[in-house]
């Protein structure tokens, strides 16, 4: 059961493989079990650290406004961030952005200066998607809402000055297991296409962390833990069936999807799975470059002077003016 789980340890099997300049942030992590009783405090946090990296004044050349959406099944309205470039080109690449939170927390303005970075060097159009929450919101809320946001996207496009061909979705944790579900869902469907996909330690497969599938016991020691992912997809799957979209990994099939950029940390929960994934991808003829480094922890990035942060924080840019940018270029 997830509440006889215990995170505590004195001591981590994986500490001496931990980059240093992260030691400091692995060892102030609160090392705590995630329950109903504790998530109004886990949200907190994540609020209370999206404020901090909020960019209060925006560069001249760039505009972030808040817009209302409504999901894609009408059950609700949602707030999104939009980023624009006000200088860049017309029409210009857009990407929708999709929040990390274990699929139980988070909100649009986590990774501001990521967003602005995107849209200020790469002009790319930026949408931050406000998705709502599990428990209170099981599947398929969250992918309702990420699907209205695209929708918005693309049924904006000529309005805002959008490339309907060239339209990418993304996000860290939660939010690229999220976004990875919403390739799979307009694959599917066959209306619209994704350009691409940059998932950043994508959460993909219930199964990571459950006592019959045992994790290699140097993954997710830190931040991130089994006990935690338990906690998340139980609380959005409820008793919903494992099945894609909801449960990215559970796909039958992975062909004809997005080209594909992923990133984990080899001490990350999700190293085994996003590995996983993409081999699957590449297997199927999905153009796939996969980013396992090691010392990296689950979240690392909240570390921003780090080397490690800096490197990552080049790459993913990189990764859209690869796939996003050069596909326009071409054309």
Request: with cysteine.
């Amino acid at each position: 059961m997830v509440t006889g789980m215990s995170d505590s340890s004195p001591r981590k099997l994986s500490q001496h493989l931990v980059d240093p300049e992260l030691r400091s942030f692995v060892d102030a992590f609160p090392d705590e079990i995630l329950t109903m009783e504790k998530l109004p405090e886990v949200r907190k946090r994540f609020q209370e650290k999206a404020d901090q990296n909020f960019v209060r004044v925006v560069p001249a050349h760039l505009e972030r406004k808040e817009i209302r959406l409504t999901s894609r099944d009408g059950l609700a309205e949602i707030t999104a961030l939009m980023y624009l470039n006000k200088q860049g080109n017309r029409p210009s690449p857009a990407f929708l952005h999709i929040h990390g939170g274990g699929l139980v927390a988070g909100c649009a303005r986590a990774h501001d200066r990521r967003n602005l970075r995107l849209c200020g060097e790469l002009g790319i159009t930026v949408l931050s998607v406000d998705y709502r929450l599990a428990p209170e919101n099981p599947y398929p809320a969250a992918m309702q809402d990420c699907l209205g946001a695209l929708d918005w996207l693309f049924e904006n496009a000529a309005a805002v000055g959008i490339d309907p061909a060239a339209i990418a979705v993304g996000g860290d944790s939660a939010g690229g297991g999220l976004a990875a579900g919403l390739c799979q869902a307009v694959r599917d469907e066959g209306t619209d296409s994704i350009a691409s996909q940059h998932l950043v330690y994508p959460m993909l497969d219930h199964q990571t962390g459950m006592p019959e599938q045992p994790t290699n016991p140097l993954v997710g020691e830190y931040v991130w833990t089994p006990q935690k992912n338990q906690f998340g997809w139980q609380s959005y799957l409820g008793p919903q069936k494992p099945v894609s979209p909801a449960v990215p990994a559970a796909a039958e099939r992975l062909n004809n999807l997005p080209p594909a950029w992923i990133w984990v940390g080899q001490l990350d929960l999700f190293r085994d799975e996003s590995i996983s994934y993409a081999n699957r991808l590449m297997t199927e003829g999905v153009p796939t470059e996969l980013h396992v480094v090691p010392g990296a922890v689950h979240g690392f990035s909240q570390v921003t002077d780090a080397a490690l942060t800096v490197r990552f924080e080049s790459e993913y840019v990189d990764s859209f003016r690869h796939l996003l940018l050069a596909n326009i270029d071409s054309t």
